[in-house]
């Protein structure tokens, strides 16, 4: 940490989501979910529909794009399929991704006020990092909880308390700052304040999230912060 005194008012923790919050890793998972389904002679799917199918980690949307396709999966091949899934998506994970507007400003301008940081994700530990190397995000971040780190993913509140614990805070201290149901409830469950993003993975309108502010990028984070410390 940079020694620096947070802002009056600022939660001492930022949590963040990672698909349709820092990143738009809808292309390469698209990209990916059609390999894999072509190899069944199956697909493909379109942008918007596998967008439509992220949000509850890469098993999920395994299972739905093969659902989708008039294939539903028992539970053997839904293993098999998620493995082979995986493989074809390290290949990809940063070829098409893009960090979302604002992501890389918002989190150098947290650090640099004394904010800890942390990412909870329902992707597994290891492309979670591996994006995050890529795109320079790691070195300000206290804790990484990805879906396969043995904690119950989102919507349940485990990983946000494990991040947390990680991190040394309580949930008053912390806000969580993400786009979809899954990231709020998560959030209302572990007792957090929650910043929804416009622009991401959700199938329910942001509006209807029922999250304390609404931002439309991160480009807008450090002034929702200041707008929450003043409702608080």
Known sequence: ???????????????????????????????SVNLLLVRHSLGPLTLAEVISMIGNGVKKLVERAFA???????????ERELQAMLGIYGDHLTVLTVLMPGAHESVQRLHAAGVWLGVVTNK????????????????YLGAVVGGDTGVEKKPAP???FAALERLGMTPDQAVMVGDSPADVASARAAGVAVIAVRGGYTTVPVDALGADLIIESLEHLTAALDRLSRTS
């Open 68 to 78: 989708a396709c008039g294939r539903p999966l028992d539970q053997a091949d839904l």
């Open 1 to 31: 940490m940079t020694g620096a005194v947070v802002p009056a008012g600022w939660p001492q923790a930022v949590l963040f989501d990672l698909d349709g919050t820092l990143i738009d890793s809808a292309p390469d998972l698209h990209a």
């Open 124 to 139: 597994p530990q290891r492309p979670t990092e591996a994006i995050l190397d890529h795109f320079g995000l790691s070195p």
């Open 158 to 160: 485990d990983m946000i």
